[in-house]
């Protein structure tokens, strides 16, 4: 979006107007004065200061969910060009942010808003609320295995908090695994997994809270119920 556009909308100024704030010196983009009549600016990703103070959109709330395939990076851009959950959804969506994050290799359940409130509640420990993931290993586990799984492990950056795990179905070949976590370190699972040396063959988020992936197709978005909406915000 044109520097003036997003200024006249986040002030309700004319574009003329917005254009004098800018030659006059009295605007920053991500701390830097703008004096660039042609500069674009995007929403979450870039900071817009009128004389200090933090300019926002305007923009209704939305909330959807989408079921991310694999091979797909939840971010805006990639610095190695890789394909990303935007290149799937529809372009009126790109001012929407993924509350939290889902590995390229990984699918399943994720939410996107712009209610900065509901995803720092998403997010935050304190509130404790369960993400619950359907994980496939190569071979079978063992009862020290899921033990150490279910205790905590220790990551390097932290020790894991107590996990449920629970076998849903033991082959020689492969294992289904339910994974319930409370927490969301960086590719967590896979990391657990990999310190009772245990292979992950496919990992999806199924559940958020109370809300269920159900049978939304795989690649495909959906609206949150007003129901889905409130459970979030309360």
């Not at 950056?157 to 795990?165: E, I, K, N, S, Y």
Request: hydrophobic fraction near 35%; proline fraction near 4%; aromatic fraction near 6%.
């Amino acid at each position: 979006m044109r520097i003036n556009k997003y200024i006249a909308q986040s002030t309700g100024c004319s574009r003329r107007k917005a254009e004098e704030l800018i030659l006059e010196g009295k605007i920053k983009v991500n701390n830097k004065v703008c004096t660039d009549l042609a500069t674009t600016v995007t929403e979450y990703t870039d900071k817009i200061e009128l004389e200090d103070k933090i300019l926002t959109l305007n923009l209704p709330l939305l909330y959807i969910m989408m079921n991310k395939p694999k091979n797909l990076v939840v971010t805006r851009s990639d610095e190695y060009d890789r394909r990303t959950i935007y290149t799937i959804l529809p372009p009126e969506f790109n001012f929407l942010k993924p509350v939290g994050r889902l590995d390229k290799d990984s699918e399943g359940l994720l939410l996107l808003t712009n209610d900065g409130e509901m995803i720092n509640k998403i997010l935050h420990p304190k509130y404790e609320l369960e993400k619950v993931y359907q994980v496939t290993i190569a071979g079978t586990i063992n009862k020290p295995q899921l033990a150490k799984l279910r205790e905590g492990v220790d990551l390097g950056d932290g020790v894991t908090a107590p996990a449920g795990v629970y076998v849903r179905k033991n082959g020689e070949k492969r294992t289904t695994l339910k994974f319930v976590l409370k927490e969301g370190k960086k590719r967590q699972i896979r990391r657990m997994l990999e310190s009772v040396e245990a292979k992950v063959i496919s990992l999806r988020r199924t559940q958020v809270g109370n809300i269920q992936l159900g049978k939304l197709p795989l690649g495909e978005w959906r609206y949150l119920t007003r129901q889905e909406v409130n459970y979030l915000k309360n």
